[in-house]
């Protein structure tokens, strides 16, 4: 039996686990990151921080004896996705990393995209060209990579100058594992200089790289998700204590891997993602696009598959927001402790709540939105608010309000596939929730199937592509290595309030998001 050793950075810290080929987790750990919020829409994080936390797991895993380290055949990577590493010829990052949530290079991005006339803010001579050849545009948000390389390059060009190679994170840390420079198909997609007709054989674009003006040296080479990008360094392996022989594979973004490690890997077949951010999305048999409501379907770590991508930005971001910033605050008004099963008090609390809350609505717009809408300004709240409304109101209200947003989602992506998802695999933390997981089931008026170690579902799917690309399990058995723990039917009795509630939801969009572009124009 060998083992491979997943590592999954997600935005609050990395994961790290030693996994069997057939998926399944035989020990792990985590670590804790921080990330910083700057004015003007940045956010940016410690490249270094990320590593000391990696190596940290890793040597305490490791050193368990969980396995036999000589067993360990491969490394994969995940991570999170959109974000940017500027290093240089040796590998040294020579800023912090930007996160997936800055939008600071939005206004370059829109000076790259648009002409004299414009069709939904894109010239369309521009936008004939990147969808024809990408299936996707840069967004106007300026959360995808490429806004965060225009913006080093006109905020901060004595970086951009000395900058090797611009790095998406699962890269910039297979660099650390590796010594190597490269990307993936489906890592360097939100660059949008890729031509992705031929999945097997995405290569950059001279046209898309002038419209951007962006160099080609300036971009890692590319490979698939489940190429073979080397070995391990030999102070890695000295470090960690594993075979010089060690192979790295090429690895994948969160996105695709949550949908390996959901197992819902059949065209048609979703998941949704309940994290930091969330996003519903399912392998598709075609090159699509849905430019009004910000998704297409772009390269899959699976080769030569498509993967509907769409992303939601705050899900459990709002959960934490609610703890941190409302319930147990740190702040100068003073300290009130976070206790340790804050969840299970937080999940009790808005299960003693009626479904809709007594209307009180929660929009989770904390950070802008990706989809259904792409704005970067609209921001969220509480809505119908009295002087009746408890904090455990809040607490079903955040809940319901990511589910609302999801629900808008949903209604995009059936269209977008021409059908009705009636079985919906829900991952991630907000997936150790039974009562989130009962209430998108009757926000949504789908079934909805917890899967088997939700929390995990990003370092399963790279165990399990690990496990494919090293000829261990082909993809059919994947759907097999997942199970579903429990099934939540939607309660036909909240329908009704959940149905008014949502049709308010989508008019507290219409009615504030031209102030809130006002109040928050930059």
């Not at 090293?470 to 099934?487: C, E, R």
Request: aromatic share 8%.
């Amino acid at each position: 039996m060998t083992y491979i050793l997943a590592i999954d950075l997600g935005t609050s810290g990395p994961k790290v686990a030693i996994m069997n080929t057939n998926g399944d987790i035989i020990a792990q750990t985590r670590r804790e990151t921080s990330m910083k919020l700057l004015s003007g829409g940045g956010a940016e994080q410690d490249p270094a921080e990320w590593w000391q936390a990696i190596d940290a797991a890793a040597r305490e895993l490791l050193r368990h004896d969980h396995v036999p380290t000589s067993a360990i055949e491969a490394i994969s990577v995940t991570s999170q996705w959109s974000g940017t590493v500027a290093v240089d010829a040796n590998g040294q990052p020579l800023m912090p990393a930007i996160n997936w949530m800055d939008s600071r290079g939005a206004q370059y991005v829109r000076e790259v995209t648009r002409s004299a006339i414009n069709i939904s803010g894109y010239g369309p001579d521009k936008l004939v060209t990147w969808l024809r050849l990408t299936a996707g545009i840069p967004t106007s948000s300026g959360k995808d990579s490429i806004a965060h390389i225009l913006f080093i390059k006109h905020e901060r060009p004595d970086i951009y100058a000395k900058t090797f190679k611009f790095l998406e994170p699962k890269d910039y840390l297979n660099l650390r594992l590796t010594g190597k420079f490269a990307a993936t198909y489906d890592s360097i997609t939100l660059h949008w200089v890729t031509d992705n007709r031929d999945l097997t054989a995405v290569d950059y674009s001279d046209k898309l790289l002038k419209l951007v003006g962006v160099e080609r040296e300036k971009l890692p080479d590319l490979m698939r998700a489940t190429d073979i990008l080397g070995v391990i360094s030999a102070e890695i392996a000295h470090a960690w204590g594993l075979d010089p022989s060690v192979q790295v594979i090429g690895g994948t973004p969160d996105m695709h891997s949550a949908a390996i490690g959901s197992g819902a890997v059949a065209d048609f077949e979703p998941h949704l993602y309940l994290g930091t951010s969330s996003w519903l999305i399912c392998h598709v048999p075609f090159k699509k696009t849905d430019l009004f409501h910000n998704m297409a379907s772009l390269p899959s770590a699976i080769p030569e598959r498509y993967l509907l991508i769409n992303e939601q930005d705050s899900a459990g971001a709002c959960v934490e927001y609610l703890i941190d910033q409302i319930l147990y605050p740190d702040d100068a008004l003073g300290t009130v402790e976070r206790p340790n099963d804050v969840y299970e008090r937080l999940n009790a609390a808005a299960a003693a709540i009626p479904a809709g809350s007594d209307r009180l609505i929660f929009t989770p717009w904390l950070y802008g939105e990706r989809t259904p809408v792409d704005d970067h300004v609209i921001r969220g709240g509480f809505f119908n608010q009295s002087l009746r409304t408890t904090r455990t109101h809040m607490a079903r209200a955040v809940f319901e309000g990511v589910a609302y947003n999801t629900k808008w989602l949903l209604t995009h992506v059936e269209k977008f596939v021409k059908r009705r998802l009636p079985d919906i695999r829900v991952t991630g933390g907000g997936a150790l929730s039974d009562l989130w997981c009962q209430i998108m089931a009757d926000v949504l008026d789908r079934n909805i199937h917890q899967i088997d170690n939700p929390l995990q579902v990003n370092t399963r799917g790279a165990g399990l592509l690990a496990s494919m690309a090293l000829g261990h399990l082909n993809l059919a058995d994947i759907g097999n290595k997942v199970s579903i723990t429990k099934t939540f039917v939607p309660n036909g009795a909240n329908r009704p309030i959940y149905d008014d509630l949502y049709r308010e939801f989508l008019n507290i969009y219409k009615a504030h998001s031209r102030m809130h572009a006002r109040l928050n124009k930059k």
